[in-house]
């Protein structure tokens, strides 16, 4: 089954660590993106990557870094630096083109204490 | 910049009544059009899409035309299941150079009651 990964469904880190958050995706998309989701909010768009090797910053980058080093793999690690990491993290892919569709991933629910 | 404005929720409903979630979107170019839902705990699903003016996304008796005059997108169904409880976002493509990102709107958390 083709599908878009996400691991581990809960985690749970002390202050200060930094932590990365795995997403793997078979489904030959060449774009990739990490979302972010508070209770009660939409989707906030933290990096996104076109294609291999290549990313940019979204709308809420900052604490936060990713790798793209493989097409079907585009981990997320949040970092010391992130104020309030405990969140709802999604990663989703698309084809890279138009229609600009996107297909999610279950979700990583982090939280940090 | 691009936006999405989606009617504040929740919205409550009984069982097989009608459903309509409305969205308006910033008329920046002739996006693509989407509606996502979300059961909790899970991952966002794509539930519909319309890629130009007039065009109707459907699925799973869901509904939305792409209104190009009044810039919405608005989802409606003719009855509504306990199971169709979940959060309903809205989407546009984004513009400009953001080739293949998306922009969400809020999100509209549904409740149905038997």
């Known amino acids: 089954d083709g599908g878009i990964t996400q691991s581990p469904k809960y985690l749970f880190r002390k202050e200060g660590q930094n932590v990365t958050l795995s997403c793997e995706q078979n489904?030959?998309?060449?774009?990739m993106y990490w979302y972010r989701q508070d209770p009660g909010q939409g989707l906030r768009l933290i990096y996104y990557?076109?294609?291999?090797?290549?990313?940019q910053k979204g709308d809420i980058a900052e604490g936060y870094s990713v790798s793209r080093e493989k097409k079907e793999s585009f981990p997320l690690t949040v970092t010391s630096a992130q104020k309030n990491p405990t969140a709802f993290y999604l990663c989703?892919?698309?084809?890279?083109?138009?229609?600009?569709?996107?297909?999610f991933g279950p979700g990583t629910r982090l939280t940090v204490t | 910049g691009d936006s999405v404005t989606q009617m504040e929720g929740p919205v409550t409903l009984s069982e097989e009544a009608f459903l309509t979630i409305n969205c308006t979107y910033t008329?920046?170019?002739?996006?693509?059009l989407f509606w996502y839902v979300q059961y909790p705990g899970e991952g966002l699903q794509l539930l519909l899409k319309a890629t130009k003016a007039d065009d109707k996304g459907s699925n799973k008796g869901f509904e939305a035309t792409y209104r190009k005059e009044t810039t919405s997108f608005h989802l409606e169904k003719g009855s509504v299941q306990v199971s169709d409880s979940a959060v309903y976002f809205c989407?546009?493509?984004?513009?400009?150079?953001?080739?293949?990102?998306?922009?969400f709107g809020q999100g509209t958390i549904l409740t149905v009651h038997p």
């Open positions: 489904l030959n998309h060449d774009a």
């Open positions: 989407a546009r493509e984004a513009g400009g150079t953001s080739y293949g990102k998306l922009t």
């Open positions: 989703a892919s698309s084809i890279g083109g138009q229609p600009a569709e996107q297909y």
């Open positions: 008329a920046t170019g002739y996006p693509s």
């Open positions: 990557s076109q294609i291999v090797n290549d990313f």
